[in-house]
């Protein structure tokens, strides 16, 4: 009796960690738009409540196709009881993610707080209702995957790695260029670095590896320097790293004669949501 | 995976925490709204201590906005009567929510522990 329980327990969790790297693939945009966090400033509270109200009509319509949960829903209710979950996921991971960021702070006030998480709610409640959509695999392309993977070492890895950094630059290369980078260094303590550092690790694996319910097996499996989960996600993260200095240079954001410091913590900063798109981008090869 | 027409426990459990999160955050919002006062932007302002660096002299303001309204291009000027002539210093802060605190620094080349603090202008969002 025991073994189903825990079954569904981890089901429950990936589904919920799908729904989160969802809300973040398709969000990290706005989270790196200091316009969203500055319109929160001056939110009413009617509007809010027309944005919570916007979020969740959107999460029942995605949930009729989409959703965030590997098993379909099964009814109305169903639905609308997803959709709950999945505006209530769009809440936290916006909370944590403009936390992690320090752009939320005690000192913010509540009604700017309260302002700056609903607006940025909003399209992480969108990513949340297309996570089935970006991130689960059908049996079906499992299986044509499957075939394709066990080719040569040196290929699959090549494959990986391209995945990777081509994710990395279609996520990446539109927050490169913008003010955000320097703005939101500028703010941030080594500690936090370091911790945006861990949330980037962390999300590349849960991605790839956790969210992906089913697939798992499959990648564990397969050939190349990517193999093991750790070291393809360590791997994975040293590519956005570099795609994110690369993009930083070429843009300009960062010089040459500039000191180390802020080499690393602007690439530390734009490296989280180029991770994010590696990681999805290795799920799509 | 088996097919389960109805929820299990943890699909439960989840929409149990979810539920709670939802209902603090709409409390929340509807608090805001039904609050009666919307007293405009007022601030504080308050000097911190004089820290000298490379001959000039760094004065911390702490400005605290008491309004339930945000105010936007926050202008602070320090004004330091005591030399001759007399120097002022300014700084904008791009946003001072409602009801919360930002901090700046205003540079003068004497030591400013006697100079005036105040907020000269700000807009309306």
């Not at chain 1, 919570?52 to 829903?73: D, S, T």
């Not at chain 1, 320090?102 to 700017?112: C, F, P, V, Y």
């Not at chain 2, 009801?99 to 700000?122: C, H, K, M, N």
Request: proline share 6%; aromatic share 8%.
């Amino acid at each position: 009796m025991a073994r189903p329980k825990a079954h569904e327990w981890r089901t429950e969790l990936d589904d919920l960690m799908r729904g989160i790297a969802g809300a973040f693939l398709f969000g990290a945009p706005f989270l790196y738009t200091m316009e969203v966090w500055w319109k929160g400033n001056f939110t009413s509270p009617p509007r809010m409540m027309l944005i919570l109200a916007m979020a969740y009509l959107a999460l029942v319509l995605l949930n009729i196709k989409g959703g965030f949960r590997a098993q379909q829903p099964r009814g109305y209710g169903q639905i609308l009881a997803e959709s709950v979950e999945g505006l209530a996921i769009a809440l936290f991971t916006a909370t944590l993610s403009l936390t992690l960021l320090d752009i939320l702070h005690i000192e913010t006030g509540i009604d700017a707080l309260m302002g700056r998480l609903i607006t940025l709610s909003l399209p992480y409640a969108i990513g949340v209702g297309i996570a089935n959509n970006l991130l689960l695999k059908t049996p079906d392309d499992k299986d044509t995957n499957l075939a394709k993977k066990r080719g040569h070492p040196w290929r699959s890895t090549l494959s990986d790695a391209g995945a990777a950094l081509l994710g990395a630059i279609v996520v990446g290369s539109s927050i490169a260029p913008t003010d955000e980078i320097p703005m939101i260094s500028s703010s941030l303590e080594p500690t936090r670095l370091l911790l945006i550092m861990a949330s980037s690790l962390l999300l590349s694996y849960v991605i790839v590896f956790e969210a992906n319910f089913g697939a798992q097996r499959r990648r564990r499996s397969q050939s190349g320097l990517f193999q093991s989960p750790i070291s393809e996600t360590v791997a994975a993260y040293l590519i956005a790293l570099a795609a994110s200095a690369l993009m930083l240079w070429l843009f300009q954001v960062i010089r040459v004669g500039d000191p180390v410091n802020q080499w690393v913590s602007y690439i530390i900063v734009l490296g989280l949501p180029c991770t994010i798109g590696g990681a999805a981008g290795r799920l799509a090869v | 995976m088996s097919e389960k027409p109805i929820r299990n426990p943890a699909e439960w459990f989840s929409l149990a925490i979810s539920l709670t999160l939802l209902s603090a955050v709409i409390a929340t919002v509807a608090s805001l709204w039904l609050k009666p006062s919307l007293k405009p932007a007022e601030f504080t302002v308050e000097p911190g201590k004089v820290r000298a660096a490379n001959d000039h002299y760094y004065l911390p303001v702490t400005i605290r906005n008491e309004g339930d309204a945000t105010a936007a291009e926050v202008t602070v000027e320090g004004t330091l009567t005591t030399t001759s002539p007399e120097e002022v210093s300014t700084t904008t802060f791009d946003f001072v929510p409602a009801r919360s605190d930002a901090e700046g620094v205003l540079i003068f080349s004497q030591e400013p522990s006697a100079a005036t603090v105040r907020v000269v202008s700000y807009q309306e969002p």
